[in-house]
């Protein structure tokens, strides 16, 4: 598509419940990123992805937190048992890593916002 | 110690001022350098690339000191549309991998 798709754009969900999100990424874009923004926050590096693998997952905060992109495309963030303190805006971003200019350049979607009640 | 550090602000400016904002980074490897704005409940996007000579976009100056490890940005002539969350990014480890600051809050007052 011609931007970052992210679905849903506001979940609220009760704890305990499990949640799912999913980015789908500029077309053609090898490099797929997730993140976590808290209100005045910066965003906070979960999970990147280079094609189909996740090339670093150093940021996911622990098990209960997972994500997958099997077809080197779409890419849903998947949440056990959440917690009350995983209530946060998720953001996905794309870019391409190429040797062209617009390598490292990041394109975001607008967000999925995970109320956990 | 955070891979990359801003100073959150606010920085509250009048219209047609200069404001410079900085950066540190902590990842000697980082090679990508960039600035980008993020609007009230919106997502972000980017504003200008840094490159190693400097380099400058309309009233935009971005500059990178590889030896003191920061990167500035520098805003002249602020004009109310300018009010936003800076946020400077960096590649960790110098791959693909791109990490945020928290961000510097500007408001720019009539």
């Known amino acids: 598509g011609a931007g970052v798709s992210q679905t849903p754009s506001n979940k609220v969900t009760e704890k305990g419940k499990y949640v799912e999100l999913r980015c789908d990424p500029i077309?053609?874009?090898?490099?797929l990123y997730w993140y976590r923004q808290s209100l005045g926050q910066g965003p906070e590096f979960l999970i990147y992805?280079?094609?189909?693998?996740?090339?670093?997952d150093s940021g996911l905060p622990n098990d209960r937190f997972f994500a997958v992109r099997p077809e080197g495309s779409v890419s849903t963030l998947k949440i056990q048992r959440t917690e009350r303190g995983d209530s946060a805006v998720y953001l996905c971003?794309?870019?391409?890593?190429?040797?062209?200019?617009?390598?490292?350049?990041?394109?975001f979607g607008a967000g999925s916002r995970l109320t956990v009640l | 110690r955070k891979e990359v550090e801003q100073d959150p602000g606010p920085f509250n400016v009048p219209e047609g001022a200069t404001v410079a904002f900085n950066c540190t980074y902590s990842?000697?490897?980082?090679?990508?350098f960039f600035w980008y704005r993020q609007d009230c409940r919106k997502e972000p996007k980017l504003l200008m690339s840094?490159?190693?000579s400097g380099n400058e976009d309309g009233r935009f100056t971005a500059q990178l000191n590889r030896a003191s490890q920061y990167i500035s940005l520098l805003i002249r002539d602020s004009k109310l549309s300018d009010s936003a969350t800076y946020l400077c990014?960096?590649?960790?480890?110098?791959?693909?991998?791109?990490?945020f600051g928290a961000g510097t809050r500007l408001t720019v007052k009539p």
């Open positions: 840094v490159y190693s």
């Open positions: 992805f280079q094609g189909t693998g996740a090339a670093d």
């Open positions: 971003a794309s870019s391409s890593t190429g040797g062209d200019s617009g390598a490292n350049v990041l394109t």
């Open positions: 990842n000697s490897a980082s090679q990508s």
């Open positions: 077309s053609g874009h090898t490099a």
């Open positions: 990014v960096v590649n960790h480890d110098n791959n693909n991998d791109m990490r």
